[in-house]
T-cell receptor, first 112, second 114 residues
């Protein structure tokens, strides 16, 4: 079975632009969570979606938004990009909300 | 919110020796504690997890212990091998990474010396 897949793998943007990152969960998994990992740090929680509804939000500004589709895939959107948004963005899926999370390879976002 | 402290930041051990990584958490409501291994440029990989109704869990060379009273949990790797070299992250959450998500420590870079 395929694991969590994310696209694109790498992305370069400039300040002020908008970006959309995509995630497909493991087949059968209904919960998707997004994390930001800055170099040398542990991942930081951004959002959790379950059954297409937002179930949790971390301490991130409103420039960050997400949604989950009927097939349980998810998008993370970031508006008005700042240099500090440069990071690895990880998606994790789980069978249900309170089950172990399995991560994808991430999208490496660089802001110039 | 939850805060997870992880020590040491770097750990170097001889191949075949044991390695221990320690974490403390602040939220007494946390009840799920996973450990992830992340090799350079790769995804975090879940290697073991423990829930608060269990004090210890073992999977071959890897074990995790939990002390709820002290809010402390540890990862133990025995008979270390070169492929154990990676960054290890501990995390805590209320119920398997529920609505509050997983709160991670800053990671431990484990180096296995040949």
């Amino acid at each position: 079975d395929a694991g969590v897949t994310q696209s694109p793998t790498h992305l370069i943007k400039t300040r002020g632009q908008h970006v959309t990152l995509r995630c497909s969960p493991i087949s059968g998994h209904k919960s998707v969570s997004w994390y930001q990992q800055v170099l040398g740090q542990g991942p930081q929680f951004i959002f959790q979606y379950y059954e297409k509804e937002e179930r949790g939000r971390g301490n991130f500004p409103d420039r960050f938004s997400a949604r989950q589709f009927p097939n349980y895939s998810s998008e993370l959107n970031v508006n008005a990009l700042l240099l500090g948004d440069s990071a690895l963005y990880l998606c994790a899926s789980s069978l249900r909300r309170n089950q172990p999370q399995h991560f994808g390879d991430g999208t490496r976002l660089s802001i110039l | 919110g939850e805060n997870v402290e992880q020590h040491p930041s770097t750990l170097s051990v001889q191949e075949g020796d044991s390695a221990v990584i320690k974490c403390t958490y602040s939220d007494s409501a946390s009840n799920y504690f996973p450990w992830y291994k992340q090799e350079l440029g790769k995804r975090p990989q879940l290697i073991i997890d423990i829930r608060s109704n269990v004090g210890e869990k073992k999977d071959q060379r890897i074990a995790v212990t939990l002390n709820k009273t002290a809010k402390h949990f540890s990862l133990h790797i025995t008979e270390t091998q070169p492929e154990d070299s990676a960054v290890y992250f501990c995390a805590a959450s209320r119920g398997g990474g529920g609505a509050d998500g997983l709160t991670f420590g800053k990671g431990t870079h484990l180096i296995i010396q040949p």
